[in-house]
């Protein structure tokens, strides 16, 4: 007869546990991953302003022109209108950007209009309004003409405020195609037409 021995206990239980891990790690292929939890997509950029902001006029959507002129000692103001003829309301605010041109190519006669006074507010424009600014034309005759080195202009080439696309004003006079000591041209900030 033959005589079996018992294992002790206690390397049962870990043959047990060990044999259990083992069947774990290699018995079972592993599953796939999770899937990662559904997010909402982030809110698209609107395209135009909301919460009842009114954009900002661009070039295509005005036309320049000058007022009646009004004399003083050695200079000349004009209004410079900035029409709204497109088909929305938009704003202005702040300074034109204005300087003499000529030749067919438009191109600049001397340092371009300085800025005179505080930016204002904006000016909203519905379709048919305009905006206005105050150039003051310095006559040039009354600079060193060494200094000026004065030749015949066309009109004024404008930058409405915050664009870098231009129009073209009629204006034919001279202007000072070197550096004058003062300001030839200055402008006022926008507002509202009267």
């Known amino acids: 007869m ?15 546990t060990a044999l259990a891990a083992l069947l774990a790690a290699c018995g079972t292929a592993p599953g796939p991953a999770p899937a990662a939890p559904a997010t909402s997509p982030a809110p698209a950029s609107p395209a135009a302003p ?27 103001y004009r209004p410079l209108l900035l029409t709204n003829t497109g088909t929305r309301t938009c704003e202005l605010r702040g300074f034109p950007g204005v300087s003499y ?3 067919d190519d438009g191109q600049q006669v001397g340092p371009a209009a300085q800025e005179e006074g505080e930016r204002g507010p904006q000016v909203e424009l519905a ?26 202009v066309r009109g004024l080439r404008v930058y409405p405020p915050g664009d870098t ?10 202007g000072c195609s070197g ?4 300001p030839q041209l200055t402008v006022t900030t ?5």
């Open 2 to 16: 033959r005589r079996t021995h018992a294992l002790p206990a206690v390397l049962v239980t870990a043959l047990v």
């Open 165 to 174: 696309a231009s129009l073209f004003v009629p204006a034919e006079g001279t």
């Open 50 to 76: 909301t919460g009842g902001a009114v954009p900002r006029c661009t070039t295509a959507e005005l036309t320049g022109s000058l007022g009646t002129p009004d004399g003083a000692a050695g200079s000349t």
């Open 179 to 182: 550096t004058p000591p003062q």
């Open 127 to 152: 379709p048919g309004e305009a905006a206005s600014a105050t150039v003051r034309f310095v006559n040039v005759g009354n600079f060193d003409e060494a200094a000026c080195v004065p030749v015949p």
């Open 190 to 194: 926008v507002t509202a037409a009267s």
């Open 101 to 103: 041109v000529t030749g």
